[in-house]
């Protein structure tokens, strides 16, 4: 969407597409029949993620998904600033499925996760637009009949001898006429855009309403669908009678689908008006028996047997043999839910030999080729065309593509185009979750009171067995994400052995925002926070002395201190906890402040977030995406928990499984340590150390150490009562 355009953004990708006229770096761009006039003449360039157009229009075509993150301004950024043009000019599309489009580090799949958006398009976007400036500028100095290297590009003007000048537009067809250059030379000097807070591109359509999330999606004809799922993971119907639900104004059919029975209408109410309508009985099989309260034991009995061994340093069963003194603390960690605020659902119209699909994915190649599978058509006759999403936190990059083949499903049985909408109930209740998890360790302190052993067993679910990825991150029964941020912790622990059990059951697990380290992030630091007050050191000093040979985190965790007036006095009853952690590529560390009411109301007050993302795009956006990970992880730490008894889960929607709210917002402070390391991941990072930095300034604050989350005020007020 322009930022000064009234076009929706369909009407603009349509027109541009169409209009030709203009220079377009892309190699068999995929669009499809409804763009061949752009395609046909489209194959004198290297890839397919920019188009310059005689109107001076500069459209970057975006392969990521935009779920809030920011990567519609973003990676137009890293085009923008090696092209050298105006930025006032620079739109987006998003792009379609196709081989081009793939994921640079991932392998053959479009695909957005991971926080590698920026880490793993930041040379090929910054070449491509490079390569668009070279043709420009080699265009112009033909026109001139000058050495190209005496032209330079300068915001969407090539300047040349003698005070010339040609725009971008007026260059765009004579460029398009040349060679692309096979290794462009990328800018050297100061970055005129690079590192600069930018309003985003997507704000406008955002705030006027004009943004198109899948949920509005409406086509002539269109049916909408909900479907009724069995009450327990695994269920089956056994008995079904629709009758009462066909009797309602405004149903259309009801059919079965894999996941249960689909009521389809002609709008989303009259649909679920008739879902209630329906008579079901359930085979409820194994699922029927499963709770979390049992898993907790389970677990517990799992901790204190061997696993299979993650890390092995030195040898720490036997240090903690001959140890007289031994710390062991376990943690527990429950399911929880993505709850996007835009609930899952699918736009399908299926024909004969092609299908339309429109939804907001993460995984777009799985999602096609999925949708294929079920169709019985070719991947190439399937279109997939990527909205806004409503959030996304790993929930809509589900390997099974569920949401989407239950639409692709229904629309085979209806004949008519179908949006299949999940309500919040359906996908906290029959979704996939980030998993349970049990932590114990034992530990033993040296001379000094720095971890001279420390054993770590780790149980819980594998997000990776089963799945496409299984053969890349399962080595020797190691779920590489049930262990990150343990078996590679950075402190220097002489004897360290990480071990992991990976139980199976009914409940579907899934990555969430942060994955293990969402986990492992808790444990690590609330453990260390343990024995620094153990060994009677400041908790900040402790982890100093543990990362001597680590000067990226040092230089985090020194400036959270700072920033925050780390050791200087604070109100009777508040309390400061610190916490750092590594994930994808960044280093973050969080101080937070916090207060406890008499009531067991837990307030924080206060995050001071530090973070090394090495280069950095947009400094607005990393600020923003910290903020987010905070209100992210806090939602969690403070409130988040699926529960399961008799196979159901026993949360719905946001009364009992909240979010953060306004009045529990704390005052955050986010400072970026300006750097020339390869670019980190900013999306997830913030998630990991809030948790920790909070339960640990709840130490601080009260001498009460809790070591499962979340930190409910019943289960806080019952901490300060066995205190007392």
């Known amino acids: 969407m322009s930022k000064k355009s009234g076009m929706t953004r369909r009407q603009f990708i349509t027109t541009s597409a169409l209009a030709g006229g203009g220079l377009l770096l892309a190699c068999h761009v995929p669009f499809g029949n409804r763009y061949a006039s752009a395609a046909a003449d489209s194959s004198f360039a290297p890839n397919a993620f920019l188009r310059i157009g005689s109107d001076e229009s500069v459209t970057v075509i975006v392969n990521k998904s935009e779920m809030g993150q920011g990567v519609y301004t973003s990676l137009p950024m890293l085009v ?88 971008f537009g007026k260059l765009a067809a004579k460029a398009a006429r040349l060679t692309v250059p096979k290794q462009p030379k990328l800018k050297s000097g100061s970055k005129t855009l690079l590192g600069k807070p930018l309003h985003r591109l997507d704000s406008p359509a955002k705030i006027n309403g004009t943004a198109l999330f899948s949920i509005d999606v409406t086509a002539p004809g269109m049916l909408t669908a909900v479907i009724a799922r069995p009450p327990v993971f695994g269920g089956k119907v056994k008995n079904l009678d629709a009758s009462k639900a066909l009797a309602v104004p405004g149903v259309k059919q009801v059919v079965a689908v894999d996941a249960g029975v689909a009521v389809v209408a002609d709008g989303f109410w009259p649909a679920l008006k008739g879902r209630e309508q329906l008579q079901i009985v359930w085979n409820e099989g194994e699922g029927g028996t499963v709770s979390t309260a049992a898993m907790a034991k389970e677990y517990a009995r799992l901790a204190a047997t061997p696993g299979l061994v993650a890390r092995r340093d030195g040898d720490a069963s036997a240090v903690l043999e001959k140890s007289k003194k031994r710390i062991m603390a376990e943690y527990e960690l429950p399911y929880l839910a993505h709850a996007t605020m835009e609930p899952l659902n699918c736009f399908v119209d299926l024909k004969k030999d092609s299908c339309l699909i429109r939804t907001g994915s993460q995984n777009q190649t799985a999602d096609r080729n999925a949708a294929a599978r079920v169709a019985g058509l070719k991947p190439e006759q399937v279109t997939l065309e990527t909205t806004f999403l409503g959030g996304g936190f790993g929930r809509r990059a589900c390997p099974s593509s569920d949401f989407v083949v239950e639409a692709v499903q229904v629309a085979r049985k209806t004949g008519s185009p179908v949006k299949v909408i999940r309500t919040r109930e359906d996908d906290m209740r029959a979704g996939y979750y980030r998993p349970m998890w049990f932590d114990r360790i034992t530990a033993c302190l040296d001379g000094q009171g720095l971890p001279l052993a420390w054993h770590h067993r780790i149980v819980g679910q594998s997000i990776i067995a089963g799945t496409p990825f299984e053969s890349g991150m399962v080595k020797e029964g190691i779920d590489a994400t049930s262990v990150e941020g343990a078996a590679d912790t950075p402190y220097a622990i002489p004897n360290l052995q990480v071990e992991l059990h990976s139980p199976r059951n009914a409940v579907p697990v899934l990555w969430w925002r942060s994955v293990g380290h969402s986990h492992t992030a808790f444990v690590m630091e609330s453990f260390l926070d343990e024995l620094a007050h153990t060994a009677g050191k400041d908790p900040y000093q402790y982890r100093r002395a543990l990362l001597t040979r680590y000067p990226r985190h040092l230089k985090v965790l020194e400036t959270a201190a700072q920033k925050s007036g780390w050791g200087s006095p604070l109100a009777k009853g508040q309390g400061r906890g610190i916490a750092l952690h590594e994930s994808f590529g960044s ?52 409130y988040g928990a699926i529960t399961l008894k008799n196979g159901r889960v026993e949360q719905g929607n946001f009364h009992d499984y909240p979010l953060l709210r306004l009045a529990a917002m704390p005052l955050v402070e986010v400072h970026i340590i300006e750097s020339s390391e390869p670019p980190g991941g900013v999306g997830e990072p913030g998630v990991p150390p809030i948790a920790p930095a909070v339960a640990n300034a709840l130490f601080a604050a009260t001498g009460v150490r809790v070591r499962s989350l979340p930190l409910t005020p019943d289960k806080l007020k019952a901490a300060l009562r066995d205190k007392t």
Request: with cysteine; net charge negative; hydrophobic share 45%.
């Open 80 to 167: 923008a600033e090696e092209l050298c043009c105006d930025w006032e000019k620079v739109t987006f599309v998003p792009s379609p499925v196709a081989t081009e489009y793939n994921h640079a580090q991932f392998g053959p799949m479009m695909v957005t996760g991971g926080s590698t958006s920026v880490r793993s398009e930041w040379e090929r976007l910054s070449l491509a637009g490079a390569a668009a400036r070279e043709m420009l500028i080699a265009a112009a100095a033909d026109e001139w009949q000058a050495d190209p290297a005496a032209c330079r590009a300068e915001k969407g003007v090539i300047h040349g001898p003698g005070g010339k000048m040609l725009t």
């Open 587 to 638: 280093f973050v560390a969080q101080v937070a402040e916090v207060s406890l009411d008499a009531k067991g109301q837990l307030k924080v007050q206060r995050v001071v977030c530090v973070i090394d993302c090495g280069r950095i795009v947009n400094p607005d956006t990393v600020k923003a995406q910290m903020e987010s990970g905070i209100v992210f992880g806090l939602s969690a730490a403070l």
